[in-house]
């Protein structure tokens, strides 16, 4: 199924919200968006651009788990099937991506939004960067662009990630940034892999697609994005990028940060661009998914480990909740240190019980306030440097002290009950009447 064919369905279930009355790219549709949220919207008439904008597409598990055709509880062994069996897409000439081409690109004519009052600018926020290294291949990740002018935008580029080190080893890079991708994109692309893992590999595993050479350069681009911007991102040379909200939905400072120079904007016709409202929902969950495949992983090795959540409460990056099924006393503390090994930003690590909903965060409190005591089940790691995101770690070296709480019960429990009790099952339709 196609991102046009998972929206064809919303709509036809009555869950895609239509705004046909005219809005402006600046703080309106972005305030209705977060208004709206989670539900998907569509605005058909955009002020500034020819172009419509849909938003809140996957905002929860359940809405990308729908997309797929799997269940929420089978997100991480979908996600670590693609990780592992990853392949190829197909490489095609033509594409619906390039019906329309423009090599005398104008940022204007598109619907980037303004999202928040303190913005520096205009922002794509949901644009897929793809680049390819002569060495290590073709790499597809998130980075944020804020546009400056007709056909110049700063790039936030995190320093030690991949495409840090392909920019900094070429010093100038060809690049595609695509906007409006199937989820099986937009996943793998948040996907923390090793240097040399063609992201697009990991998406085609999930879903197949095709892709097809971008117009200006040797990058391969998913065939049925609905926008495509190329151009050439320069190390040296560069402009002050922010502010803008991050994932923990505070403003982010204001940095010195790579120029991309535009070269050609290419689309579909009836193009469709997709606002990504940063530190929403749909963030967070592009966020923190792809993160629970490789905790479970980890802590799978050390103990028995069942379900994964890093959790929007958690800003979907510095906190995951771990379920295990406990076989001996210390498997608590075996997963703690082995969910901060498969999550390096993690700042803090709930384990449970098998009985305990990690979705729920009030049976996630309630395991806190009736198995934990804090003398014998915290686990407090020594002041290293952590997650960027956390506006509490110290500033420059991101210093921050991560804690690990054991909320499994004892095994031996000495006579006490850490069960809650079951009520009977009753047939309510017995006893109201109609």
Not at 40 to 54: G, H, Q
Not at 193 to 207: F, K, Q, R, S, T
Not at 261 to 272: P, Q
Not at 352 to 372: C, G, H, K, Q, S
Request: net charge negative; aromatic share 8%.
């Amino acid at each position: 199924m196609s991102l046009r064919e998972y929206i064809q369905r919303l709509d036809q279930q009555k869950k895609l919200i239509h705004v046909r009355e005219p809005i402006s790219k600046r703080l309106e549709i972005s305030g209705l968006l977060k208004q709206m949220e989670p539900s998907p919207v569509l605005f058909e008439r955009v002020r500034e651009s020819a172009f419509p904008v849909i938003g809140n597409l996957f905002c929860s598990k359940a809405a990308f788990a729908d997309y797929f055709g799997i269940q929420v509880n089978e997100i991480i062994p979908f996600l670590t099937a693609g990780i592992q069996n990853r392949r190829p897409p197909e490489v095609v000439s033509e594409a619906p991506c390039q019906e329309v081409i423009e090599l005398e690109p104008d940022l204007d004519s598109l619907p980037i939004l303004f999202h928040c009052d303190r913005d520096g600018g205009e922002y794509i926020s949901s644009g897929v960067v793809l680049a390819r290294h002569p060495v290590h291949g073709q790499n597809a990740d998130f980075h944020r662009c804020m546009q400056f002018s007709k056909t110049e935008m700063a790039v936030r580029v995190v320093r030690n990630r991949h495409f840090d080190k392909f920019l900094r080893d070429l010093k100038q890079i060809d690049v595609a940034i695509c906007i409006g991708n199937a989820p099986n994109i937009l996943a793998a692309a948040a996907t923390s892999v090793d240097l040399g893992v063609n992201e697009l590999e990991i998406a085609n595993a999930l879903e197949p697609f095709q892709v097809v050479r971008a117009k200006t350069s040797d990058v391969l681009v998913p065939a049925e994005t609905e926008f495509v911007i190329e151009g050439t991102i320069y190390l040296d040379k560069t402009y002050a990028e922010g502010p803008f909200v991050d994932l923990t939905e505070t403003y982010d400072v204001i940095r010195q940060e790579p120029v991309l120079e535009v070269k050609a904007i290419t689309h579909r016709r009836d193009a469709l661009w997709h606002a990504l409202l940063p530190g929403a929902l749909e963030h967070k969950l592009l966020m923190g998914m792809p993160r629970e495949p490789t905790i479970f992983r980890k802590v799978d090795e050390a103990v028995r480990c069942l379900d994964v959540n890093v959790n929007p409460g958690g800003c979907s990056w510095l906190h995951a909740i771990v379920q295990i099924d406990k076989q001996s006393e210390d498997d608590g503390r075996k997963a703690i240190e082995a969910a901060f090994a498969g999550h390096s930003s993690c700042k803090h690590v709930y384990v449970v019980d098998r009985d305990i909903d990690i979705y729920n965060p009030l049976e996630v409190e309630w395991a806190m306030a009736t198995r934990f005591q804090g003398d014998r089940d915290l686990v407090v790691r020594e002041r290293a440097p952590g997650s960027s995101l956390d506006p509490s770690a110290d500033a420059g070296t991101h210093v921050t002290t991560r804690l690990g709480f054991d909320l499994t019960a004892p095994l031996e429990t000495a006579g006490k009950s850490f069960r809650k009790a079951d009520f009977p099952a009753v047939d309510v339709k017995r006893f109201m009447s109609p």
